[in-house]
């Protein structure tokens, strides 16, 4: 009996390092498994403007930064599963008035970053996701990454991939006569997907923006380093830079939607 409780506090110990051995052992002992389980992921729903959750290789950001350009509106997040590199979580979000993003809900990789591009051998990803939507909405979905002189340093590049375009655009230098935003270039096929280029500064940095020619991308699987490889053999983005943010996620402007990823993944090799 005295060496089964003692285990039980062995195993507990990693868990509840403040446990203090000469407690006695509230009510029943839950299973370690149990315990694994309660101590890895956080799925509850986080609504606060700056609210963080860390699971595995990831963290969910909440960061609703433009929210007080919204006349009204929320946005509540929350992980629903992580097993091993793959993370599953959905947002929520009303944003009424304002014309700029109100708020980039999205999970960051945590590992593997701070790497120059040119020490990168690939960097393969999934993102499966699905969208509710009631009325008209301005957003995207899309990865965002940033590339600086250093490592863990200022950003100098911001290079996005948008699997979607919900009546939004990208940043851009130059338009066309009607007011759209004109690409740098078109037909650019990567990850088995054509894409156009648009360039602009976001007034602190350079941002390089894919957008799909078409359509909307719900299942994306493929490996991002090829655009990063267009960049640096066309736009003058040297492969010495630092890869030192890599974020997915979704940029609302108005409109009411959840956003549910069932799965993604980001791995830097
Ligand atoms: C979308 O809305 C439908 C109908 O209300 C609901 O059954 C479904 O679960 C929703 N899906 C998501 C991804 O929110
Ligand atoms: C891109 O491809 C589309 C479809 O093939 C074509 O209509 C369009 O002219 C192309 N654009 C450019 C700039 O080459």
């Known amino acids: 009996m005295f060496s089964e409780r003692l285990l039980f506090y ?34 509850s729903q986080h609504c606060g403007q700056w609210d963080i959750v860390t699971a595995g290789p990831y963290t969910m950001f909440l960061d609703l930064w433009g929210a007080a350009g919204a006349t009204s509106g929320s946005q509540c997040s ?13 947002t929520t979000w009303t944003w009424v008035g304002g014309n700029g993003v109100k708020s980039f809900s999205n999970i960051q990789l945590n590992e593997g970053i701070n790497k ?81 280029l648009y360039t602009g500064s976001n007034g602190a940095n350079n941002v390089f923006s894919f957008l799909p020619t078409s359509g909307t991308i719900m299942s994306f699987g493929g490996d991002l380093l090829p655009f990063f490889t267009y960049l640096t053999q066309h736009n003058g983005v040297s492969t010495s830079q ?19 990823t069932s799965a993604y993944s980001l791995v830097i090799n």
């Open 242 to 260: 630092y890869l030192v943010t890599a974020q997915a996620g979704t940029e609302p402007t108005s409109g009411s939607a959840t956003l549910t």
């Open 78 to 90: 929350q992980i629903t599963s992580v097993s091993g590199s793959t993370i599953a979580w959905k």
């Open 10 to 43: 062995v195993l507990l110990l990693p868990f509840f390092g403040l446990l203090s051995l000469g407690a006695p052992a509230p009510g029943p002992e839950p299973s370690l498994s149990e315990l694994i389980a309660r101590q890895t992921v956080d799925t």
């Open 116 to 196: 120059q591009l040119s020490q990168i051998k690939s960097m393969p990803s999934t993102w499966k996701w699905s969208q509710n939507t009631s009325g008209s909405v301005v957003a995207d979905v899309a990865y965002d990454l940033f590339t600086s002189n250093t490592a863990g340093g200022s950003n100098v590049n911001e290079i996005m991939i948008w699997l979607a375009n919900f009546n939004a655009g990208p940043i851009s230098a130059v338009y066309n006569s009607d007011g759209t935003p004109q690409a740098v270039a078109s037909n650019v096929s990567i990850a088995g997907h054509t894409w156009n």
